[in-house]
C-alpha cells in the first residue's frame, strides 16, 4: 500500500519561512521522481516544483529563488523549503510520486501566509 504523508504545513507571515516534507511508503522511493503541487481555493492545482530520481530539479517561474525542493532517498522523504513566503503562495500544498504511468498522491497540507 503506497502512502504520502505531508506534514509542516501551518500559517506564516509574509517574508517568512516554513518547510514542508512528504514521507513515502510502499513504493521504491529512489527510483521515482517526486513533486510538489498546490491547489489554493477556486483555482486548478498547479506543479510547483519537482525532483527527478536522480536528483534534477524544476520549479514554476512563481516560486525560483524562494523555494528548494530536495529529497533524501535513505529517509524516503521529500522535502519544500519555502522562504520569502507570499500570500499568493496560500494553497493546500500535494506531495506526488511517480514512475511512468504509476502516480501517487499524498492528502495535502495547508499552507496559510498571512499579509
Known amino acids: 500500500q503506497v502512502q504520502l504523508v505531508e506534514s509542516g504545513g501551518g500559517l506564516v507571515q509574509a517574508g517568512g519561512s516554513l518547510r514542508l516534507s512528504c514521507a513515502a511508503s510502499?513504493?521504491?522511493?529512489?527510483?521515482?521522481?517526486m513533486g510538489w503541487y498546490r491547489q489554493a481555493p477556486g483555482k486548478q492545482r498547479e506543479l510547483v516544483a519537482t525532483i527527478t530520481s536522480g536528483g534534477s530539479t524544476e520549479y514554476t517561474d512563481s516560486v525560483k529563488g524562494r523555494f528548494t525542493i530536495s529529497r533524501d532517498n535513505a529517509k524516503n522523504t521529500v522535502s519544500l523549503q519555502m522562504n520569502s513566503a507570499k500570500p499568493d503562495d496560500t494553497a493546500v500544498y500535494y506531495c506526488?510520486?511517480?514512475?511512468?504511468?504509476?502516480?501517487?498522491w499524498g492528502q495535502g497540507t495547508q499552507v496559510t501566509v498571512s499579509s
Open positions: 506526488r510520486a511517480s514512475l511512468g504511468s504509476a502516480v501517487h
Open positions: 510502499g513504493i521504491i522511493f529512489r527510483v521515482y521522481a
